[in-house]
């Protein structure tokens, strides 16, 4: 599908997709044409690698490994490698070879458990040095990649599943759990420095993502579909609320290179394109690499024009009838996966 220079396709892969991930360019002015996805919810679960062609092609599979359960999150360490979590509680860490294929490198088997059993991990997160994961379990777990055993444990994250992390600084992670409440914590420390809450209703946070240039803006996306800008260093509050998605937002991702713009997708079958440029001074320029910011206020998020609700906001694909579980921008191009067992590829994403 094309409309006004962008281009839209899905390729159904006969799963459901739970997680996809652009693998990281070569350079911070670099392209990449290869991502990862995992699947959920089938009797033979897989971790894929993707080769997405210059042309309006349909992306095409590399290389194909099985994963025992469900494929939770998948989040890259660095270029090569990258990290799996998954709803038997472990942790994997794989690694690209020449060829782009993936081999396991090291398992942290059962990092989440309930007393009867493995619990599920729900997310990810990872600085180039170390893994936070987090579970239905309540714990933060704190793995180093060259380490069998995790090098922390942190039990009295909340007495609930966490369902979200990411990492503000290289020693700090915010955790967001089912009751709502978002903590940030020192990980040089046993307690959280700062604790807060998205809402008095207690709305579960869903996801967290972190402001590529701006360490202490993040946004969370609610339960109730709400889109949250928080900034860490005022957390008495939201800076702002957006009525996003009519369900539970899935997944919220700043644009790498050009932070005034972010995409949702949710369990209402939406993917949504918020763009806050027009509050940027000074306007940005057009599109020129992966990861060099567009002109514009890296703050712009956090200005009063976004306060008020100065944002453009558009529909990336049409309303799917199922679950958008995942997405992930990179330059031009934006890749998400679904429950009705496809992957969309969306190219010049930042014409909207």
């Known amino acids: 599908m094309m409309a006004g220079g962008v281009v839209v396709s899905k390729k159904y892969v006969s799963r459901k997709v739970k997680c996809v991930?652009?693998?990281?360019?070569?350079?911070?002015?670099?392209?990449?044409?290869?991502?990862?996805?995992?699947?959920?919810?089938?009797?033979?679960?897989?971790?894929?690698?993707?080769?997405?062609?210059?042309?309006?092609?349909?992306?095409?599979?590399?290389?194909?490994?099985?994963?025992?359960?469900?494929?939770?999150?998948?989040?890259?360490?660095?270029?090569?490698?990258?990290?799996?979590?998954?709803?038997?509680?472990?942790?994997?860490?794989?690694?690209?070879?020449?060829?782009?294929?993936?081999?396991?490198?090291?398992?942290?088997?059962?990092?989440?458990?309930?007393?009867?059993?493995?619990?599920?991990?729900?997310?990810?997160?990872?600085?180039?040095?170390?893994?936070?994961?987090?579970?239905?379990?309540?714990?933060?777990?704190?793995?180093?990649?060259?380490?069998?055993?995790?090098?922390?444990?942190?039990?009295?994250?909340?007495?609930?599943?966490?369902?979200?992390?990411?990492?503000?600084?290289?020693?700090?992670?915010?955790?967001?759990?089912?009751?709502?409440?978002?903590?940030?914590?020192?990980?040089?420390?046993?307690?959280?420095?700062?604790?807060?809450?998205?809402?008095?209703?207690?709305?579960?946070?869903?996801?967290?993502?972190?402001?590529p240039t701006q360490q202490h803006l993040v946004a969370a996306g609610g339960e109730d579909g709400a889109l949250a800008i928080w900034d860490m260093r005022n957390i008495n509050q939201p800076f702002t609320i957006i009525s996003a998605h009519n369900g539970p937002i899935s997944e919220v991702c700043f644009h790498p290179g050009a932070p005034e713009h972010v995409f949702t997708c949710g369990l209402d079958g939406q993917l949504l394109h918020w763009d806050a440029s027009a509050s940027a001074r000074p306007t940005h320029v057009p599109f020129k690499s992966t990861r060099e910011p567009l002109g514009g206020s890296v703050t712009v998020w956090l200005s009063s024009d976004v306060a008020r609700g100065a944002i453009d906001t558009t529909n990336v694909i049409p309303h799917s009838p199922l679950p958008i579980n995942s997405l992930d921008v990179e330059g031009s191009t934006l890749v998400a996966g679904s429950d009705n067992e496809a992957i969309y590829t969306v190219r010049q994403v930042l014409l909207y």
């Open 21 to 211: 991930r652009w693998k990281p360019p070569l350079s911070d002015y670099g392209r990449t044409d290869t991502f990862v996805s995992g699947t959920w919810d089938d009797t033979d679960n897989v971790v894929e690698v993707w080769h997405v062609p210059e042309s309006d092609d349909d992306p095409t599979q590399i290389h194909q490994l099985p994963h025992p359960g469900s494929v939770s999150d998948i989040q890259y360490i660095t270029r090569d490698m990258l990290a799996v979590g998954g709803n038997l509680g472990d942790v994997k860490l794989y690694q690209h070879d020449g060829n782009n294929h993936l081999e396991e490198k090291m398992s942290w088997d059962r990092a989440h458990t309930f007393m009867g059993g493995p619990a599920p991990c729900t997310a990810l997160a990872t600085n180039g040095d170390q893994i936070a994961s987090v579970g239905e379990d309540g714990k933060l777990v704190i793995i180093n990649p060259n380490q069998k055993n995790p090098i922390r444990n942190i039990e009295s994250v909340g007495g609930c599943s966490v369902y979200a992390v990411v990492y503000v600084r290289a020693s700090e992670v915010v955790t967001a759990n089912m009751q709502g409440h978002l903590k940030l914590w020192d990980l040089r420390a046993s307690q959280p420095a700062k604790a807060t809450l998205l809402s008095p209703d207690q709305i579960a946070v869903c996801d967290l993502a972190g402001h």
